[in-house]
């Protein structure tokens, strides 16, 4: 993975190279882009801690590079700042605290416990997708294009967020009770080691663009999808990242 990491980084420092030249028409484009991400968590693994995850809404940023291999056609990276995670407001459930443990008989120590509060996934990726472009000329100085290629990414922060107060319990159904009194599930934790710290997935756009005397400013919306289960450990659930993303960018040639 860190290979795959380090070619694609080089592929995106080669590109910013003032004046390199390539195939067909050779011409240099550079442009920044800002949105937001709209990013879910899905669950493979019936785990009950892994599943249940909304969507959450965040930013995501970037800074790319293209070639034109032709008029229509084009090779593009991009050094992208992608939220990820996902959120659960109600019933939901989690592994037996140490605290906890003591609670109950010698070897009837249950799989989960489960309480009503509202917890949130919050995970910043460092992303390099290599995309293949391809555009068309619509009407005066409209154009349309579409992009999708592979990406590696780099786990820069992740936190889990819970809030709220409840009872907590032995069944989802919340009718067997294991506290007395409502307990404070307030807390910010640290999860980043918990999580694997590469990725690699699929990423996509698709965008429309006004030209102007030298570049162009755009607006797109597409999204990623992360092939590998961010989970170190299994007993914490098996969970992929994927966002929807909208963004409007600047484009310009050099």
């Known amino acids: 993975m860190k290979k795959v990491f380090l070619l694609v980084a080089t592929s995106l420092a080669l590109?910013?190279?003032?004046?390199?030249?390539?195939?067909g028409q050779g011409r240099f484009n550079f442009g920044v882009k800002a949105g937001l991400s709209v990013p879910n968590l899905t669950?493979?693994?019936?785990s009950p801690v892994s599943s249940g995850y909304g969507?959450?809404?965040?930013?995501?940023?970037?800074?790319q590079a293209g070639l034109n291999l032709t008029n229509r056609f084009s090779?593009?990276?991009?050094?992208?700042?992608?939220s990820q995670g996902g959120k659960k407001n109600g019933t939901q459930a989690f592994l037996v605290p140490a605290e906890m443990v003591q609670l109950f008989p010698e070897g009837q120590v249950p799989d989960y416990l489960y309480a009503t509060y509202m917890s949130e996934a919050r995970m910043n990726y460092l992303v390099l997708p290599v995309l293949a472009k391809?555009?068309?000329d619509l009407k005066e100085r409209f154009g349309a294009y579409i992009a999708a290629g592979p990406f590696v990414s780099y786990l820069l922060s992740a936190r889990n967020i819970t809030k709220g107060s409840s009872l907590i319990y032995l069944n989802k159904e919340e009718t067997q009770p294991v506290t007395p009194q409502p307990q404070s599930f307030d807390s910010k934790d640290n999860i980043r080691d918990e999580l694997h710290h590469f990725n690699?997935?699929?990423?996509?756009?698709?965008?429309?663009?006004?030209?102007l005397s030298n570049g162009s400013i755009f607006i797109e919306a597409g999204g990623n999808y992360g092939l590998i289960n961010?989970?170190?450990n299994q007993v914490d659930g098996k969970n992929k990242t994927g966002a929807f993303v909208l963004n409007l960018g600047y484009q310009f040639r050099l």
């Open 230 to 232: 961010i989970q170190k």
């Open 55 to 63: 969507s959450r809404l965040d930013a995501d940023a970037a800074i």
């Open 75 to 82: 090779i593009e990276a991009q050094l992208e700042y992608s």
């Open 134 to 136: 391809y555009r068309l």
């Open 43 to 46: 669950s493979g693994s019936s």
């Open 200 to 211: 690699t997935g699929v990423s996509g756009h698709v965008g429309i663009d006004y030209k």
């Open 15 to 23: 590109l910013l190279v003032p004046g390199r030249k390539g195939f």
